[in-house]
């Protein structure tokens, strides 16, 4: 179920980086989004991935900002509180020559921060601690989406939770204990 290719490694699977194989850094709970279903998730998204503005909170190993990079966004932004991981996410960004920042920060204080609209969101939270609906809630209202935006949430599979108002499903996947869901945002941004 593990995206590794042997220890420490992350595969791209698409793209201008595709097969590119990257070091990610050992840290306790890191759980990169599975080969599989990066592979579905940015078939779902297709032709909505060029030129857009990309935003992968709880970033981690940054595998789907990176696979969104290598598929023709126009650049990322990944925020990651451990200093180890950013560090080895800078290194991987740098290692692509690839237009993304890392932002060393917890994900709820990035948000307390001035709004940019993201266009594709990316959302993969600690399982078990109650941040996806409490982040949905403030994507939403804080000004962090587009009008027309894309947000992928990926939680628990037990977790039972509603998005905010004018989300609309777009598809979802169940894999191993993960459960991903793709929205997209129905409503005008403020």
């Known amino acids: 179920m593990s995206s590794h290719r042997g220890p420490g490694q992350l595969r791209l699977i698409g793209g201008e980086f595709r097969r590119r194989k990257l070091a990610i850094a ?34 981690g190993t940054g595998a789907l900002g990176l696979e969104a990079l290598s598929r023709g966004a126009n650049q990322a932004s990944f925020v990651e509180s451990s200093a180890v991981v ?26 307390d921060g001035t ?26 209202a804080d000004g962090w989406l587009t ?24 598809r979802e996947i169940v894999a191993g204990e993960s459960h991903g869901r793709l929205f997209r945002r129905t409503q005008s941004a403020d």
Request: with cysteine.
């Open 26 to 59: 050992q840290s306790p709970g890191l759980r990169p989004t599975p080969d599989r279903v990066r592979e579905t998730l940015f078939n779902w998204l297709a032709f909505d991935v060029g030129g857009k503005q990309v935003l992968d909170l709880y970033a």
């Open 86 to 111: 950013a560090d080895a996410l800078e290194a991987n960004i740098e290692l692509l020559g690839a237009n993304g920042r890392v932002h060393r920060s917890d994900a709820q204080r990035f948000l």
């Open 115 to 140: 709004p940019t609209a993201f266009d594709l969101v990316f959302l993969d939270p600690p399982f078990r601690l109650g941040l996806a609906a409490r982040t949905c809630q403030r994507l939403e």
């Open 147 to 170: 009008a027309r935006a894309m947000i992928y949430v990926e939680t628990e599979h037990e977790l039972d939770w509603q998005p905010p108002d004018g989300w609309q499903l777009h």
